[in-house]
């Protein structure tokens, strides 16, 4: 270990990475200039702040992804990447609520209830008249008509008031956030109407009655008044993959549940991995994965034909598809921004980069199993599994076209048993398997994937 006898300045100099043998500001005893000068004190000081924030995430999880996420409030990536941490660590990351969230993400027992100043067009000067009147001015909001009549309509603007409706912070008031959009256009005249007779000194009959009354008929009057407040004819709310888009749109990413939620326990029959999982995989590697499209961009080829790259993602993550001509050709109608699809495809590296090129793809509606019967005699008769094993390599067809699996259940009531047949015994047609497989003797039937 090489000691520092002196120091003196020699101007402005170059400093080099550790380890490299150039100029450095540092003399030794010998008027040479060390090579390899790292402050001790540097490295020590971030070991340490390492060791603290990987205590506080073992031992106070909530607490320290809260944190992050407050830290990350104003990055729309981040808070996507910690909240999906926070979905493997088992931690539910509430929607935003008018009458619970604070301006920060609030710690609360395995969950984490997100922060206004996370909701996107929601400016500071509008998160504290929201706070302001939720805790000055009657507490708890009892209704969106209420909501407007007590904060200030200049800094929380409909771009705000639609962007926490189509978000779920209204949600605990009323969950048809379609019916809630309508009702802004009469609910903010309304309002406005309110704060005008306020500022000149005019009463409606309900304030006349108020200001002789007690404290709680106050309450009582406003309430009917609330109650009296215009509102839209009824409407249905907007069906949930058309929700959870508008979600995202005005989010920034999913927070009730994603799209693909729905599917995913169904979908592992297809054996598919996550996007987050690509990098794991090697070149060349076949694999299929349950995706939604993000993005869709076509292009022309200098052949004149038609080719796509897609932006997709998973609960795990993102990940970009290339779409060649000859794929194009046959899977065009499928590839449109938001379609739920099982693709199947080849993982290619180009230096850096990951891409997965689509070979196939299905929307996850129309993907079938074919679920077959099995007696225990049959299971152990090993004429009747050679001749089941033939049927189905038969079936299988083309190399890689195989994408329809096939279940067994052998047994019946409680004593049935589920069998997954690997991806070698895959059926390329579901209907003439399911013809091979009856005229052989086996009860074989054609199922969706998932149930309707």
Known sequence: MVKIVSRKSLGKQSVYDIGVAKDHNFLLANSSIASNCFNKSHSTAYAYVTYQTAYLKANYPVEYMTALLTASSGDRDKIEKYRENCQRMGIVVQPPDLNRSEEDFTPQKDK???????VKNLGQGAIENILQAREKAGGKFESLADFCDRVELRLVNRRALETLIL?????????????????????????????????????????????TSSNTEQQNNDSEAFEQAPSSPPVEDYPLQEKLKLEKENL??????????????????????????LFAQKSKTRISAVVMLNEVKKIITKKGTPMAFIQ??????EAEG????????????????????????KVERREEQLQLIIEDA??????????????????????????????????????????????????KGK??????????????????????????????RAEPLLPG
Request: proline share 4%; charged share 20%; glycine share 6%.
């Open 167 to 211: 978000c779920g912070a209204f949600d605990s008031l009323q969950s048809n956030r379609r019916q809630l959009i309508n009702d802004l256009d009469v609910v903010i005249p309304w309002a406005q109407n309110r704060a005008k007779e306020r500022e000149m000194g005019q009463m409606n009959l309900f304030d006349l009655l108020g200001s």
């Open 312 to 317: 997709m993602e998973d609960i795990t993550g």
């Open 362 to 411: 299905e929307a996850v509606e129309q993907v079938k199993m074919i679920m077959l019967e099995i007696t225990p005699e049959q299971a152990l008769d090993r004429a009747v599994n050679s001749n089941l094993k033939g049927i189905l390599q038969e079936q299988s067809g083309s190399k890689n076209q195989t994408k329809i699996p096939v279940i067994a259940t052998i047994g």
């Open 322 to 345: 290339i779409i060649f001509p000859n794929t194009y050709e046959r899977i065009e109608s499928l590839i449109t921004e938001n379609a739920r699809l099982i693709v199947w495809g």
């Open 252 to 277: 920034g990413f999913y927070v009730s549940e994603h799209p693909l939620n729905c599917v995913r326990q169904a979908a592992r029959i297809l054996s598919p991995i996550n996007l987050n999982q």
């Open 415 to 444: 004593q049935r048993q589920f069998i997954r047949f690997g991806p070698k015994f895959w059926v390329q047609d579901e209907r003439a398997a399911v013809i091979s497989l009856n005229q052989a003797g086996f009860s074989a």
């Open 112 to 118: 984490i209830l997100f922060g206004l100043s996370a």
